[in-house]
């Protein structure tokens, strides 16, 4: 198991930005297609952006795509979210995933991802 923790959700307004963080630790983190998912209330989880284990190839919802950029350090064991003009829609907990399965591919269900943080909120008002 990869063992996730979160940062840098908060509340900001309507067209603002917010920088999220995932510190990993345990199995070897650079093997694995890394992801951000996000929950909203009363919702299911769904996929916002994964990206590849060499940081190469990145993957996102058409809901997040030209807003949102992930990004991976390997030799911090860290992925990033960077979110811009964001908007009440993007509100939920976002949570860091690893997909334990399938290091070749960018995968966007969530049953892919195997490992999952404790999520942090994001709350964007209008």
């Known amino acids: 198991q990869v063992q996730l923790v979160e940062s840098g959700g908060g509340l900001v307004q309507a067209g603002g930005s917010l920088r999220l963080s995932c510190t990993a630790s345990?199995?070897?983190?650079?093997?694995?297609?890394m992801g951000w998912l996000r929950q909203a209330p009363g919702a299911e989880r769904q996929f916002v952006a994964a990206?590849?284990?060499?940081?190469?190839?990145?993957r996102y919802a058409d809901s997040v795509k030209g807003r949102f950029t992930i990004s991976r350090d390997n030799a911090k064991n860290m992925i990033n979210l960077q979110m811009n003009s964001l908007k009440p829609e993007d509100t939920a907990v976002y949570y860091c995933?690893?997909?334990?399965?399938?290091?070749?591919?960018?995968?966007?269900?969530?049953?892919?991802?195997?490992?999952w943080g404790q999520g942090t909120q994001v709350t964007v008002s209008s």
């Open positions: 995933a690893a997909d334990l399965g399938s290091p070749w591919s960018l995968r966007n269900k969530v049953a892919d991802f195997g490992s």
């Open positions: 345990g199995r070897t983190f650079s093997n694995y297609v």
């Open positions: 990206i590849s284990p060499n940081g190469r190839s990145t």
